[in-house]
């Protein structure tokens, strides 16, 4: 665990919280903005995530903090969608998109359900295109994921390391109107100039959402995609519920090691999704997501999926998601290994 962030955090205001799972895995919550900031193996200082520089001391943050722009402290967050309506606020004009700070970072409070935190928000938002308001509930907590590779034969861990945790989330409408339609989002933040790897049942064609991408940084393949995030600027793709397996990984080198993390969710094709493209808002259908950032928002990967929505023609009035985040760090060739176990074995 890196006890200076912590205590750069506690000096600023910001308590935190640590959940510690059998295994040793330590992962760190802020409830300011509703984050699962830090994801350590057990005995480490050294944090799977990304989280923002301002965050190195505490005379940084308590000026980061104090400032009126987002106050992105990293990790693993969860937004609402969809983004036209949310953060899109003069949509269909593009030229302002603001994280309304009910949402982001919102008023987390932390209660204690089953022996572990909970970070519960409520809040109220206005939807862009209706202009309706709807009133909701979010919670989010994190619980033990045992490493999914410790019954297969064969395997060395000398010198491999492993963290990792189940996430639930849960959304409620709370007296919202009928025809208003929200959906969970949720998006681990992770050390720019890495592979994003998104295995895929048939050949999918990601939808540039923002940006341009060189061809020579976003392969597609027949099974598996891959996604050379590297470039300046701000670019974003989605990609379709009916091809997703519901499982993507980055890979990343820091230090002479390389590290993977793969989340592990749910995807129901059935469901619906209700995240679209800006230029084409009537798409609907999109599951997955993967956004590079190296402006002046900071330097980082984003791995983003969504959750079926609630509300207007949905029938349902709350949804609960859980998903899996398993991180390894180790030599180049044994983390490749382990990526073709557990993503494609084209990796």
Not at 39 to 53: A, D, H, K, M, V
Not at 121 to 140: C, D
Not at 200 to 214: D, E, H, K, V, Y
Request: proline share 6%; aromatic share 10%.
């Amino acid at each position: 665990m890196n006890d200076k962030l912590i205590q750069t955090l506690k000096a600023v205001g910001k308590a935190t919280e640590v959940f510690t799972s059998p295994d040793g895995t330590e992962v760190l919550l802020l409830p300011y903005g509703g984050r699962v900031l830090g994801l350590f193996s057990p005995g480490s200082s050294e944090n799977f995530y990304w989280t923002n520089p301002a965050l190195d001391s505490e005379s940084a943050a308590r000026a980061y903090y104090a400032c009126d722009d987002w106050h992105n402290s990293g990790g693993d967050r969860t937004w609402l969608a969809p983004e036209v309506d949310v953060f899109l606020p003069d949509y269909p004009r593009l030229d302002k998109y603001f994280q309304p700070r009910q949402l982001d970072p919102g008023d987390y409070q932390v209660q204690r359900r089953d022996g572990r935190p909970w970070l519960v928000n409520r809040l109220t938002l206005t939807l862009s295109r209706s202009g309706k308001e709807v009133m909701l509930e979010m919670a989010k907590s994190v619980a033990p994921a045992a490493n999914p590779l410790r019954h297969e034969r064969g395997w060395d861990w000398a010198g491999l390391e492993y963290a990792g945790y189940t996430q639930f989330n849960s959304l409620a409408l709370l007296g919202s109107p009928a025809e208003a339609r929200v959906g969970l989002w949720n998006l681990i933040q992770m050390p720019h100039q890495g592979e994003l790897l998104v295995p895929t049942f048939s050949r999918s064609q990601p939808r540039l959402i923002m940006g341009a991408i060189p061809e020579e940084d976003l392969l597609v393949g027949d099974r598996l995609i891959r996604y050379k995030m590297r470039q300046t600027g701000e670019h974003k793709i989605s990609l379709r519920a009916v091809g997703a397996t519901g499982r993507v990984a980055y890979l990343y080198e820091r230090g002479r090691k390389w590290s993977l993390i793969v989340r592990n969710f749910v995807v129901n094709p059935s469901g619906e999704y209700i995240d679209v493209p800006w230029n084409d808002p009537e798409h609907l259908g999109y599951s997955t997501q993967a956004c590079n950032v190296n402006s002046r928002l900071g330097q980082f990967s984003e791995l983003e999926y969504h959750i079926p929505a609630i509300g207007r023609g949905t029938g349902l009035a709350r949804c609960d998601d859980s998903s899996q985040v398993w991180a390894f760090r180790g030599a180049k060739e044994r983390i490749v290994s382990v990526a073709r176990c557990l993503v494609s074995s084209e990796v």
